[in-house]
Nanobody
Framework: VQLQASGGGLVQAGGSLRLSCVAS????????MGWYRQAPGKQREFVAS???????NYSDSVQGRFTISRDNAKNTLYLQMNSLKPEDTAVYYC?????????WGQGTLVTVSS
């Protein structure tokens, strides 16, 4: 499966963006999908994940500001990001864990100016 992330851009602090991640084929709703990010000079970190039948998981740094969702009919994963902060600046990657393998999107850059 291939994942295509989009929706990044430049936004002022306090603003919002919605990221999308489209899969090249249907991914069962039981598959865990998530968002990760990598800021300059830092390691990639977990942001949020979702799977059917369970509450979404969020990192402490985005809890209450970001919302992850998915539209299985459109094979699309979303990340609604509100109240953005400069420290949210990073390349955001989507991921699907299918079986024992991790499938990553190519990343989309989010830049938050102060």
């Amino acid at each position: 499966v291939q994942l295509q992330a989009s929706g990044g851009g430049l936004v002022q602090a306090g603003g919002s963006l919605r990221l999308s991640c489209v899969a090249s084929r249907t991914i069962h709703s039981s598959v865990v999908m998530g968002w990760y990010r990598q800021a300059p000079g830092k390691q990639r970190e977990f942001v949020a994940s979702i799977r059917s039948g369970r509450d979404p998981n969020y990192s402490d740094s985005v809890q209450g500001r970001f919302t992850i969702s998915r539209d299985n009919a459109k094979n699309t994963l979303y990340l609604q990001m509100n109240s953005l902060k400069p420290e949210d600046t990073a390349v955001y990657y989507c991921k699907a864990r299918i079986g024992s393998g991790d499938y990553w999107g190519q990343g989309t850059l989010v830049t938050v100016s102060s």
